[in-house]
């Protein structure tokens, strides 16, 4: 039973990232019908925002330190980062400390301008064009977008570690009434799980209960109606390709600590986005959401190595092999709607 | 002749010469002068790669130029033709000829079940499904069935393999009855040199029969049949035309090409790995077709050689090639352009070619042969209906 329940937590850490950028993708296909492949992009450059928050906060100067001497007798030379210098010691080092977390408030602003730049220079001219010319051009902005990133921080994993106090292991075992140890859990993956459950329920209470939520929903069932209330559908729009690239940053600032990003893990995701997009059904977000922690949990039992002596490799093809399995059986995904993307 | 008309049969002559020729024609500049070290392309290692990848682009063409359908994992049938080539050279002998006929069955063979499966959607769902294939193919191969792959090293061949074909005076590397893949001619005129191998005849000769069998298949019934699916599926199915075997077909002849160029890979280096089928390897054949312009006959083979060439040339350039380049300039402008440039040259090769690749998916939708015309039917106003030929515009 504890075995069990240790995987399923396994698997919501990862199921909350693809969770969050299948919701991001799911949100563009359904507003602006665009396939976006290089949503994974944008959770990679949202991971690197952290990790670039996270040098700039220990950005240093060397200050020479009068009262202490080093074992030449000379003046301590100090390395005195600036954000203690602006703000005093213990606000600096929080800060360092804190960094991954405080590169939200960055990033949201930063993505929602770059999806904002993105949708209204490059995005809009594909609306009239077939979809395998979306799928095109936002694979060659995914090349484009890894390669910048490349250029600049190198194709080496950069280690972002979480605030120290989020370190180390819950046991969540105790408080299920377990032994000691039997159910241990990285704190930051809770975070990231607790994180990301709000994001969700944020965006979907967003959509339910404003009336810019419910405009953009109405949209999404029928356009050309919305537009001819008078209502610019287009500019709703384009706000809602800006909340989904923020929404896949901070999926990307939050999973820096989980794992160390490069240039590549956009891809990566993305991939296994497309599947999770495909078996929530095309269109759907409760669909998405959905999907994304089912296949991350099933994924995590695959990797069981009880399972694993049975099926070696499963852990490896579970998702894929599932995902074919939906397809056939439901074409539309579990919980896609009648006519998205059928013909 | 041939069974081609005269326009057809022109290009085909054209692509003879050229693929034939190659050794000749891509050596412009001397051998040991500057331009020559920097541009020159004919070198076998390099010549290679652009029929064996002309090869697997004018397959891909069938199936996405013709149809329409983008398929996003047409590297794991070019895997799976190469561990089958190097299956066999471990197996038999290392003669290429049973090698290549294998990984053209296992291909075809695995792209009747992927198509099969893949061929019930349509649209973002059929790239999807062939994406996860050829994911899955790449887990299978890289890490699941290491027995048969040899996973992460990769599979080739060693010293205590069967190789129950294999005769006492028989070269140790692949040959086709004696003739040696890495065994070459040198011809030396004046400050050139020629370099003419037989592995790269050998692939030329394959380029060359893909090239006719791909000119016959656009032109024949089938190859209009499947247009036609391509502008409307629907309206074909309520004609009462069944369009699955059609498809089926399609994407198996296009899956056996890929194969045939997996196995013509392993022939010139009997070795392969994994990442010869990872979903980047997938695109990379998107992006060939694209770029010399999908739907066209001579525009993949264009697009395989550009791209390669590219990638060769520029990921060799440096800042001192540069320097070089621009040392008639002032130092600061020198510097200055250097430094502009410096992203987009050697490692930043990736970088050009996503520009080069959106650009040329936003604004030249048709790729290179689209661009030629354009330009050719600027100046020959009078000629205008002759340059609609050729180029079939993307229906939808």
Known sequence: MDAFILQILNGLDKGSAYALIALGLTLIFGTLGVVNFAHGALFMIGAFVAVTVQKLFSLSYIEIDETKTDFLGNPLKVQMPYVDHWFGKGIGEWMQDWSVPLSILVVIPFMFALGYVLERGLIKHFYKRPHADQILVTFGLAIVIGEIVKAFYGANPIQTPPPSAFLGTIDVGVMLGFEPNAIAYPTWRMVYFAFSAIIIAAVFAFLRFTTFGMVVRAGMADRETVGLLGIDIDKRFTFMFGLAAAVAGMAGVMYAPILSPHYNIGMDFLVLSFVVVVVGGMGSLPGAVLAGFMLGILQSFASMNEVKAMLPGIDQIIIYLVAIIILLTRPRGLMGRKGVMEE | ?396
């Open chain 2, 1 to 396: 002749m041939l069974g081609l008309n005269s326009r057809d049969f022109k290009l085909f002559i054209i692509v003879c010469i050229m693929a034939l020729a190659a050794p000749i024609l891509l050596n412009p500049f001397p051998t040991g002068s500057a331009l020559g070290q920097s541009f020159n392309a004919g070198y076998p290692a390099l010549m290679q790669r652009f029929v064996i990848f002309g090869i697997l682009a004018i397959g891909f063409n069938i199936l996405f130029g013709l149809t329409g359908y983008l398929s996003f994992g047409h590297a794991a049938f070019l895997g799976i033709g190469s561990y089958a080539a190097v299956w066999m050279f471990k197996l038999l002998s290392y003669n290429v000829l049973p090698a290549i006929l294998l990984s053209v069955i296992m291909a075809g063979i695995f792209s009747v079940v992927i198509g099969y499966i893949s061929l019930r959607r349509s649209g973002i769902y059929f790239s999807i499904l062939t994406l996860a294939f050829a994911q899955m193919m790449y887990q299978l191969a890289y890490s699941v069935l290491t027995p048969l792959t040899n996973g992460e090293t990769g599979l080739q061949v060693y010293n205590d393999d069967p190789q129950i074909l294999q005769g006492a005076g028989d070269p140790t590397i692949p040959h086709l009855f004696g003739i040696t893949m890495n065994g070459q001619t040198q011809w030396n005129v004046a400050g050139w040199s020629f370099t003419f191998q037989n592995g790269y005849y050998f692939a030329a000769i394959f380029l060359i029969l893909a090239f006719y069998l791909s000119i016959r298949i656009f032109r024949s019934p089938m190859g209009l049949m499947l247009r036609a699916i391509k502008s409307n599926q629907t309206r074909m199915s309520y004609v009462g035309l069944n369009t699955k075997p059609y498809m089926l077909a399609a994407f198996v002849i296009s899956g056996m090409y890929a194969g045939l160029a997996g196995g013509l890979l392993a022939a010139m280096d009997p070795l392969t790995g994994a990442e010869r089928m990872f979903w980047t390897a997938s695109g990379e054949i998107v992006v060939m077709a694209i770029l010399g312009g999908v739907g066209t006959l001579i525009g993949p083979v264009l697009g395989a050689g550009l791209i390669k060439y590219l990638e060769n040339i520029v990921s060799k350039i440096n800042d001192n090639i540069l320097h070089g380049w621009f040392s008639f300039m002032p130092d600061w402008m020198d510097n200055l352009f250097v430094t502009i440039i410096h992203p987009f040259i050697g490692k930043g090769w990736h970088l050009t070619l996503g520009l080069l690749f959106m650009a040329v998916v936003i604004f030249l939708p048709g790729g290179l042969v689209q661009g030629g015309q354009k330009i050719i039917s600027k100046f020959s106003r009078n000629k205008k209906s002759d340059a609609k030929d050729g180029a079939d515009t993307p229906a939808e």
